[in-house]
């Protein structure tokens, strides 16, 4: 009863917003957007000024081997394992100024505000850069927050190379952002505030999204082999045209999401025609496909159907049709007494919210592995991110940075 | 009666393969193909070496302002307008040995046997070369021909540039093969060789196609913009995905030819999608579109399929589909009485025979518009053309340039 009549503890969102600008003019594009790719020099410059701002705020400052940056401010009770949030600051090549580096510049702000009122924490609290997790750069993507949590050996990401042939570890190096191996400490609780990268808040018209967890994922490359032939003289029931295989399977692929609403996924993004010509016969098509869902069974429900319609396209069309699955994320729910804690934060404060599910990968999937985690969505102008025009409200950037240190709170408890 | 029992004449098809691997010697590529591009040195080299064949056959040779080649053959009468027969010299960047090629040298073949046979025409005969029929380096397509007939004007054409901002009249002179303007002169009939470039033949054992005519054509240019958006969180139904749109766009494509069989064709040959990144809803995307039929109802009522497909996806999708028609070639019949000819001499000859319809174009085409025309196919390996390892057959060739020669020397008249 005491909590509710006090005044809640606030952020600062104008101190906020400001380290967002500053941030985001390091590899400030013409078109208001950012390009800041992982562990370039530009990305450095990032993580230096973050670094600079951390201990600013009275933080310590160590890097594991894959470059992770973990800022921390000390609780009462050291021993405990912390109370963690965090995100990343690379971007896509045409990438924005929210995405990522609003998790962490929430997370330093939760710090700032936490030391201007004076609070103490029991536990330790800690914000994190991840290394790559755009994978714009090098393969695969979460590479930081993967290594951190097993998901791959330290070894076979620094091998992995970028299109010009320089190496993680190379590029790590050049940074000067290569710490020493560690043994991955315990968490206590894992916070992640990010854009929703999607237009169901603002459809909504609510502030907070409260996630309830990650869509799981199967990749694939699809090859399709026909027979290339000259568009004139080849009568049409001697055709084996690869691009009406790869239409067909287009179509049935978004099917196999439309039969599943409203949280199941079915996308092709990229496809490749050969030899491209106006009046030759598609005689090749190499296509992507990208399938989630929100719960394991049925994601294996739309592997199959995508495996047997690429066999009975093949069939009746007479070409080859290979399929090979490159990446698999399983569901990944979030805790439900942090989800719960994010909800209560959210209502307390008065902001509306709405339980969202995560479609995007984050580092907060990885770390669920590991740890009680949640996230909080906020609001980005037309759902649109992984673009320069990339957009967000200041009120609600701060709306999501106080459920953020709420739930944190409430989590590393306040020292009496 | 007295032909029937003469033994007719025959070309000899030793000397026209010896001809045909000589002149594909110029420009031959490591996988037994041809790259001699329009107006390069190559093109000069072969245009060079025909020349010298020609002169050596006693020919006189002229050239005109687009680089056309006139080998004439005198016959008695030389104010009347000549029997010609031709075809192009120029490659696809990938070709073959035969497409085009064939169709000169087997005129070549036709004069050679006719002087071997000591046998005057009562008309001249001319074996032409026309420039850049391929289109690859320099569009458009069947420029010499098309500036012949008035297709197009020699300005226009002298203009047009290639890749490397190298004007068609550059190039020409510095091929040497830049002539003086003429009016063109009548032309009494016209004939053309050629490999079918298509399947048909083959599957149907044929030797001889007697060609009918070609089909018209409509090409476009198609572009589709919806909305780029995250794979991820975008949900289904508020997707505008432009690449689902082209899908269900190249199926009706197809649909519209399959309704209006044997004859007509509806090809989507090239596609991109934009961006074309695994896990983001193409935005963009534009492709073409390859519409042929017999006549020229049909293919308008295949152009007003397609626009009104066009619409109706634009709207179901909430996305716009913006459709330019590119080119048009209307339906071209050739000359009755020419056809029957051609049907005659293959049979008279004993070789087997089908009529077919050309779904490619040709010289002859354009040639049909200001003379009485018709083509001769013979068999391509597998239908393939514009292909490295498009191959004919030696006899294959032989018969056709038989029945050629027979064509000609029926319009040409024999001078008694």
Redesign the interface.
Same mark, same amino acid.
């Not at 199941?264 to 025609?273: F, I, K």
């Not at 491209?276 to 598609?282: A, F, G, K, T, Y």
């Given at each position: 009863m005491m909590e509710m009549m006090s005044k809640p503890l606030c952020v600062n969102g104008a101190r906020l917003w400001q380290s967002l600008m500053d941030l985001a003019a390091i590899g400030a594009t013409p078109k208001g957007g950012v390009c800041r790719l992982a562990l370039t020099d530009l990305d450095r410059q990032a993580r230096d000024l973050f670094v600079h701002w951390a201990k600013e705020a009275g933080c310590t400052v160590r890097i594991d081997a894959i470059g992770n940056i973990f800022a921390r401010r000390v609780g009462r009770n050291n021993e405990l394992p912390p109370v963690m949030t965090g995100s990343h600051i690379d971007t896509q090549p045409t990438g924005g100024k929210f995405d990522g580096n609003y998790g962490v510049m929430a997370g330093l702000e939760v710090l700032r505000s936490l030391n201007d009122a004076g609070i103490e924490t029991e536990m330790p609290m800690e914000v994190v850069v991840w290394t790559n997790e755009e994978g714009s750069r090098f393969v695969p993507v979460m590479m930081g927050s993967g290594v951190f949590v097993g998901a791959f050996t330290l070894p076979e990401v620094l091998a992995q190379q970028d299109a010009q042939g320089i190496s993680v570890e190379q590029a790590l190096s050049s940074s000067g952002y290569a710490g020493s191996p560690t043994v991955t400490p315990p968490v206590h609780a894992y916070f992640e505030a990010h854009i929703? =990268? +999607? *237009? $169901?808040l603002e459809?909504n018209d609510c502030v907070i999204g409260v996630v309830q967890g990650a @869509?799981g =994922?199967r990749?694939y490359n699809v090859v399709i082999n026909g027979m290339?032939?000259?568009? +004139? *003289?080849? &009568?049409?029931?001697?055709r084996r !045209?690869a691009?009406?295989a790869?239409?067909?399977l287009?179509?049935a692929i #978004?099917r196999f999401?439309?039969d599943r @609403? *409203?949280h199941?996924?079915?996308?092709? %993004?990229?496809? !490749? $025609?050969f030899p #491209?010509?106006? #009046?030759?016969? &598609?005689g090749r098509v190499t296509m992507?496909v !990208?399938l989630?869902a929100p719960d394991d069974a049925m994601l294996l429900a739309m592997d199959t159907a995508l495996r047997q319609t690429c066999a009975s396209i093949a069939k009746a069309r007479q070409l080859t049709i290979d399929l090979d699955q490159v990446v698999y994320f399983p569901p990944q729910p979030f805790t439900p007494e942090l989800v719960e804690g994010i909800r209560s934060a959210a209502q307390a404060q008065g902001y509306s919210s709405m339980d969202v599910i995560? %479609?995007?990968?984050h580092d907060a999937v990885y770390l669920a592995r590991v740890a009680p985690t949640a996230m909080v969505f906020v609001p980005c102008a037309g +759902?649109?991110?992984? #673009?320069e025009i990339e957009d967000a409200e200041p009120a609600h950037l701060e709306a999501g940075c106080n459920v953020l240190l709420q739930g944190m709170l409430s989590s590393a408890g306040v020292a009496i």
């Open positions: 929703e =990268q +999607g *237009p $169901v459809a @869509l =994922q990749w290339e032939s000259h568009a +004139g *003289p080849t &009568p049409m029931e001697l !045209d691009l009406l790869a239409s067909e287009t179509l #978004n999401a439309l @609403l *409203p199941a996924r079915g996308t092709v %993004g990229a496809m !490749d $025609v #491209n010509s106006r #009046n030759v016969i &598609p992507t !990208d989630r995560s %479609g995007a990968g +759902g649109i991110s992984h #673009n």
